[in-house]
């Protein structure tokens, strides 16, 4: 069964330190991944998808298939980055399958 | 644009009871799809509809149904309401389906409460 995973329901690091989300995943075929955002009080976000291999506010995710992992890095935390993270797999056409999320909080 | 809109915010219902929660997609979007999620959980798939039909279901019992109308507002209805069934509901629109438009566009979701 597609699945995936958030080993950190918690992650906190100081301003300017880098930062490491993980997030594995386990899929039978090519698979497309996401990370979505949702800051405090507003709704869930597209953050950035692999297939774009963008940077958005800094943060890169690169699909590693030989580990099955998508982890989301940023090199230098800002105190805005913190906020829940949602890592997502996409099934079929249109399901998405999330991970169990983990919470950023970026210390002053 | 106001983004995908969700009516009402906040409901509590007591068990037993059937529950209707709506959602307006982002104009010129045609499929709609509703997650659950629990608390400390990431939201959950439950339907997926595209041009007002069924394009995919989770793992949810029959309690819970839903539609989309011509205007591809749609609805999630829950019957036999449970304690379980308290979550937040998001609806997600997009373009289309298919990977190429796989962008899902969330509203902020209604807290549901079951007494």
């Known amino acids: 069964a597609q699945r995936v995973t958030q080993p950190e329901k918690l992650l906190s690091v100081f301003k300017g330190a880098p930062v490491e989300l993980k997030c594995n995943y386990s899929y039978s075929g090519s698979p497309e991944l996401f990370w979505y955002v949702q800051y405090s009080r507003q709704r869930l976000q597209l953050l950035l998808r692999h297939i774009s291999r963008e940077s958005i506010k800094g943060f890169t995710a690169d699909l590693n298939k030989g580990e099955t992992s998508f982890h989301l890095k940023k090199p230098f935390a800002q105190e805005e980055d913190s906020a829940m993270y949602y890592c997502?797999?996409?099934?079929?056409?249109?399901?998405?399958?999330f991970g169990q999320g983990t919470r950023l909080t970026i210390n002053p | 644009d106001a983004g995908v809109t969700q009516s009402p915010t906040h409901l509590i219902k007591t068990r037993g009871q059937h529950v209707t929660l709506r959602c307006s997609p982002i104009?010129?979007?045609?499929?709609v799809s509703w997650y659950q999620q629990v608390l400390g959980q990431g939201p959950q798939f439950i339907f997926q509809?595209?041009?007002?039909?069924?394009?995919g279901r989770g793992n949810f019992p029959d309690r819970f149904s839903a539609r989309q109308f011509p205007n591809y507002s749609s609805e999630l209805n829950v019957n036999a309401l449970l304690l379980g069934d308290s979550a937040l509901y998001l609806c997600?629109?997009?373009?289309?389906?298919?990977?190429?438009?796989?962008?899902?566009?969330f509203g902020q979701g209604t807290r549901l409460t079951v007494v």
């Open positions: 997502a797999l996409l099934q079929g056409a249109q399901k998405l399958v």
């Open positions: 509809y595209y041009e007002k039909e069924e394009r």
């Open positions: 997600a629109s997009s373009l289309a389906q298919g990977r190429l438009n796989t962008e899902a566009f």
């Open positions: 104009s010129g979007h045609k499929s």
